[in-house]
């Protein structure tokens, strides 16, 4: 069965402070993985889509890399307004059908 | 482009009432979704629709209906709410199938809460 699990469930970060978010995903014949953001009372909104591994990409102080098992989402030196419920999917069973991780609530304070 | 919109924002429903969930997207999709998400989950995938008259079933169907008879629209009918469909609903719509999956965008979500 297609899965995929974030963790941590919840990260607390100071302004400034590095740190990243791990998505692990078991899904046969991957054909990409999606990061999301999403603010309390909002829709979830794309970021990335990394369809190979070894791809990364990048905006502002987020950077997603893809390994063959996992995925991570660096965030470097972070901004309270970076404060938000991180989520990660990948595709499963065509149609571009989702499957989504639970999710990472961060919370970046001054 | 207004992108998804979904209408209404909140509700509260008595347990046997019954509603439906309006979405709308403007960007021409083919494809589209709804979703559920519980407090600490993930999104579930409760129906999806390829097209205009044709609707699959996704993980979590039970107690739903959908529809779509235009590109635009996918209602999503709740029959007989019970509290366990107290959650937050989401639509989302994406182009077809192509050499790589394409991105989902997502509507603002409505609440919903079953008395």
């Known amino acids: 069965e297609d899965q995929v699990t974030q963790s941590p469930e919840a990260l607390r970060l100071q302004e400034g402070e590095s740190s990243s978010l791990n998505c692990s995903y078991t899904?046969?014949?991957?054909?990409?993985l999606f990061w999301y953001r999403q603010d309390p009372g909002k829709g979830p909104e794309f970021l990335f889509t990394?369809?190979?591994a070894g791809e990364e990409k990048e905006k502002e102080r987020l950077k997603a890399t893809l390994t063959k098992k996992e995925s991570f989402l660096h965030i470097t030196a972070p901004k309270p307004e970076d404060s938000a419920t991180y989520l990660c999917?990948?595709?499963?069973?065509?149609?571009?059908?989702?499957?989504f991780g639970a999710g990472t609530r961060l919370a970046v304070h001054p | 482009n207004a992108g998804v919109t979904q209408t209404p924002k909140f509700r509260i429903l008595k347990i046997g009432q019954s509603m439906t969930l309006q979405c709308t997207q403007d960007m021409n999709h083919n494809y589209m979704y709804w979703y559920r998400q519980d407090p600490g989950m993930g999104l579930k995938l409760i129906y999806y629709s390829v097209g205009a008259g044709i609707t699959d079933k996704g993980e979590v169907p039970n107690g739903y209906n959908v529809s779509r008879s235009t590109t635009e629209d996918f209602p999503l009918r709740l029959e007989l709410a019970a509290p366990s469909q107290t959650s937050v609903y989401f639509c989302?719509?994406?182009?077809?199938?192509?050499?790589?999956?394409?991105?989902?965008?997502f509507g603002p979500g409505t609440r919903l809460t079953v008395l």
């Open positions: 999917a990948a595709p499963s069973g065509g149609y571009n059908k989702l499957i």
């Open positions: 990394l369809y190979s």
């Open positions: 899904v046969s014949g991957l054909r990409g």
């Open positions: 989302a719509s994406s182009y077809r199938d192509r050499v790589v999956p394409d991105t989902q965008y």
